[in-house]
């Protein structure tokens, strides 16, 4: 799994703007960045009803195993899910090799209206996180290794301290 690029409040404001123009055009109830892992990056919607974080780590694990049927179909890549339910659906699509775009929107909603305009949604969110990338190419955040108990070197001023 790659590592992601060090993102500043900036990328952060751009991938929520992102996030934010795809709800207004399809309706949609929330949408999520995660990483591959299943971390939570960013949510814009409304989320009180949802346990974003676990949705998050769900949605990876359910895109990965349809990752691997993929490959037990012989099909090099199936790049999205679509689980359809009775109140709300979800549709996860991946954006690059770091992150997977999660859109929960009321069954009611059409999926091909999600899928149209998660395209452009995914270009804008992969160009910023390529931003990111060639910002530092050398600074990369890997969420999975994080020790939670700590985290005086995550979390640093913007001056370094």
């Known amino acids: ?5 060090q993102l500043l409040e ?7 703007d992102g996030l934010r123009v795809l709800l207004e055009k399809t309706d949609a109830t929330t949408a999520l960045l995660i990483d591959q892992g299943g971390f939570l990056l960013t949510s814009q919607g409304d989320s009180r009803h949802f346990d974003l974080t676990t949705i998050a780590a769900l949605a990876s694990g359910a895109y ?17 899910i679509y689980q359809q339910g009775e109140q709300y659906s979800l549709y996860a699509q991946r954006v690059d090799d770091y992150c997977i775009l999660v859109v929960i929107f009321k069954a ?7 899928k149209y305009y998660a ?4 270009e804008f969110i992969a160009r910023q996180m390529t931003i990111a990338q060639e910002r ?6 890997d969420l999975s290794a994080i020790n939670v ?13």
Do not use: C, W
């Not at 799994?1 to 690029?5: F, I, R």
């Not at 900036?10 to 929520?16: F, K, S, T």
């Not at 009611?108 to 999600?114: A, I, Y």
């Not at 530092?136 to 955040?141: G, K, N, Q, R, Y």
């Open 108 to 114: 009611q909603v059409s999926v091909g209206l999600v």
């Open 64 to 80: 990965m195993a349809t990752q691997t049927i993929a490959g037990l179909v012989h099909e090099t890549n199936f790049n999205s």
């Open 136 to 141: 530092d190419p050398a600074a990369t955040l």
């Open 119 to 122: 395209a452009p949604a995914v």
């Open 10 to 16: 900036e990328d952060i404001q751009q991938l929520d």
């Open 149 to 161: 108990a700590d985290t005086r070197d995550l979390f640093k001023r913007r001056d370094g301290s």
């Open 1 to 5: 799994m790659a590592t992601l690029p």
